[in-house]
């Protein structure tokens, strides 16, 4: 069995197919470290710093995670001892808070007036109403949403600037969602670079991120349409001193009679906003892009044009529920050139000869195996990724596609053992695993899913027959879990549920047709 460093080259964090992954620059004075975590801010992170030495990356990693965490115990809606929360159970006295805070109720005022009441930190009120109906299996009634709506345009709190002082003023719940997770990155970004002297850094909090010092960072849009790692991108952009936000309703939501309902709301009406199913903003100050991430999805395409228009530098990507892309003037000139993507290396022509035999026919191009893993997290507990693998194998167990590969030091790669069995590692070089950031929807920590189309590593459709999915889950000098189902992939719809273990706590996989 040969495997070669062309897959390494292809796969996740991940190009969809051969040929679909972008170039990296990199300062010539420093070298880039990547570093990934889960259970931060209730999402996943992803650090990349470019640092002249491994010393000097940790201590910016370092530096970023204690601000993330010293912003957390501020800002949080969901952490009772945060300063936020402790203010929250205050009422009609003035309370002197901290910088941070009075600063992050200031935006929230002027947004939502920005806005004319589209963003608005007590539509919190709403979405309770609506997550209260979906456990009752029911839709709101009229007269809750009449009542949360009335509630939202009440005035919740009053700033006295020259005190620095905040008084709640009413009871109605309040989450500092839609900008705060962008806030915090932009924060921990400029904490990063001036404590450790790193030359450039990324800080992506769940799928938004910053752009900060000597770095170009190439960011691929997740497709709405298509919520997979390895999904073709919608748009692959540059970004250099900025900040990149999405939002979309195809990560949370509740379901109600078959049918789901975005977990963004609009607070003038109470109803999910439906129209806009992504939003992807590119701002230079972090707040303004996760504010308008959100508001331009409960906006009119011609409200947003309207309000962006006053905001010089600010750059958006609306995709409409019918599928319609709509961009800002400025758009184009951000997009990544062509000549950034480079081709996939080939295997040898043994691995060629293997991945071409089993079955009779072509795999239908109507299906599609969905593989879904969660990761084992403990709870409000901030752990690094392992290394993952998922990979499939023919009869003969001869690799056939990689569909992801993540590890964060080279040196450590064979620590997946049943991946890396008889792998040339010296053919391997040690940055092709660092690919484009990726901008989405914010996911739930631990939990991903891929695809497969049913093509080998060339790009060509497999035959039918039976084929085995292999996951694989390790860490340096510790723990590897792997997982393995033999599926028979000949038109018939089929699932499966993999028992967890000490890294993955669950996997299913799912072949299916292709949803149109």
């Known amino acids: 069995m040969v495997k070669s460093a062309f897959l390494l080259a292809a796969i996740l964090v991940l190009a969809p197919c051969p040929g679909g992954s972008s170039t990296i620059s990199t300062s010539p004075r420093g070298k880039l470290y990547v570093f990934h975590y889960e259970n931060v801010l209730g999402t996943s992170l992803e650090l990349k710093i470019v640092a002249s030495s491994a010393a000097q990356s940790e201590k910016a990693a370092e530096a970023a995670l204690a601000e993330i965490d010293r912003e957390s115990h501020i800002l949080s809606s969901w952490d009772p001892d945060s300063e936020f929360s402790r203010w929250f159970r205050t009422l009609g006295q003035p309370v002197r808070i901290s910088p941070e805070l009075f600063e992050v109720l200031s935006l929230f005022d002027q947004w939502r007036d920005r806005t ?139 379901e109600i009679g078959g049918r789901h309902y975005s977990h963004i709301v609009d607070p003038r009406t109470g109803m999910p906003a439906d129209q806009v199913i992504s939003s992807t903003v590119i701002a230079r100050t972090p707040s303004d892009a996760g504010a308008l991430a959100t508001a331009l999805s409960v906006l009119t395409p011609e409200q947003s044009s309207q309000i962006v228009a006053s905001m010089p530098g600010v750059e958006y990507l609306l995709v409409m529920k019918s599928g319609e892309k709509i961009v800002s003037r400025g758009w ?93 590692m010296r053919s391997v070089s040690e940055d092709t695993h660092v690919m484009n950031s990726v901008s989405s929807a914010t996911r739930p920590p631990g939990k991903y899913t891929f695809k497969w189309d049913g093509r080998d590593d060339f790009g060509k459709l497999v035959k039918t027959g039976k084929y085995t999915v292999m996951i694989e889950a390790a860490r340096e000098h510790g723990t590897d879990q792997l997982m393995h189902q033999e599926m028979d992939f000949n038109g018939s719809p089929k699932q499966f549920q993999l028992p967890g273990g000490a890294e993955i706590a669950s996997a299913s996989l799912e072949y299916h047709k292709i949803a149109q």
Do not use: C
């Open 116 to 254: 004319h009441g589209a963003l608005d930190a007590s539509a919190e009120t709403i979405t309770r109403v609506w997550k209260r109906a979906a456990a009752e299996k029911r839709l709101p009634s009229q007269t809750e949403l009449d009542s949360a709506v009335a509630s939202v345009r009440r005035v919740h709190w009053q700033l006295d600037s020259d005190h620095r002082t905040a008084t709640h003023t009413t009871d109605a719940p309040l989450a500092l969602n839609s900008f705060v997770k962008s806030y915090i990155a932009g924060r921990a970004a400029e904490t990063a670079l001036g404590a450790s002297g790193a030359q450039g850094l990324v800080v992506n909090i769940g799928g938004d991120l910053v752009v900060r010092g000597d770095r170009s960072e190439p960011v691929d849009v997740s497709d709405p349409k298509s919520d997979a790692e390895n999904g073709a991108p919608i748009a692959r952009l540059v970004v250099r001193d900025s900040a990149v936000a999405t939002s979309g309703d195809y990560r949370r939501g509740v």
């Open 332 to 424: 184009s000139s951000l997009e990544a050139p062509s000549a950034l993507r480079v081709a996939t290396m080939r295997p040898p022509a043994a691995y060629r000869q293997v991945a071409a035999q089993s079955g009779t026919s072509a795999w239908d191009s109507g299906y599609e195996l969905t593989v879904s893993i969660e990761l084992r997290l403990i709870e409000e507990f901030r752990v690094k990724r392992p290394y993952v693998a998922v990979w499939i194998e023919d009869q003969e167990h001869a690799p056939v596609r990689t569909i992801a590969l993540w590890f964060a030091k080279y040196k450590y790669l064979h620590e997946l053992r049943a991946w890396s069995r008889e792998e040339n």
